[in-house]
């Protein structure tokens, strides 16, 4: 798992901040956590995202950082061929319904090596 290949801290999944996320104004703690506090953020698109409103405020955080050209922070994993508002067929993503989640972890970790080696972080 990406956990074990990171480290406990190193992987931020809402449900394992349960305690910490139980609070008023978590929108803009969560944009924070996108814009300024995540080397890389993984973004899982599907038809379900776009409907999501957690997904919406999320999506919200990656598009400032599109705005500000900070792209090699971002990668896409798509699970199914839904139309993304601010997605486009020339932006490049990991297709899970072609690879198995062992796969897209040695995505994510190969993504992060490299941006390490390049000096992004």
Not at 63 to 79: A, G, S, T
Request: a negative charge; charged letters at 30%; glycine letters at 4%.
């Amino acid at each position: 798992s990406l956990r074990d290949a990171l480290g406990p801290d190193s992987v931020f999944y809402d449900l394992d901040y349960q305690a910490q996320l139980a609070r008023p104004n978590l929108d803009t703690l969560l944009q924070d956590i996108y814009r300024k506090n995540s080397e890389l953020v993984v973004v899982f698109l599907s038809a379900e995202y776009s409907s999501k409103e957690w997904c919406g405020l999320e999506w919200r955080a990656i598009r400032e950082i599109i705005k500000q050209r900070r792209d090699d922070q971002l990668m896409f994993v798509r699970f199914d061929d839904a139309s993304i508002d601010g997605v486009f067929s020339h932006d490049g993503y990991i297709d899970a319904q072609r690879h198995d989640e062992s796969a897209v972890a040695r995505f994510i970790i190969s993504r992060l090596i490299s941006m390490k080696s390049a000096g992004i972080e």
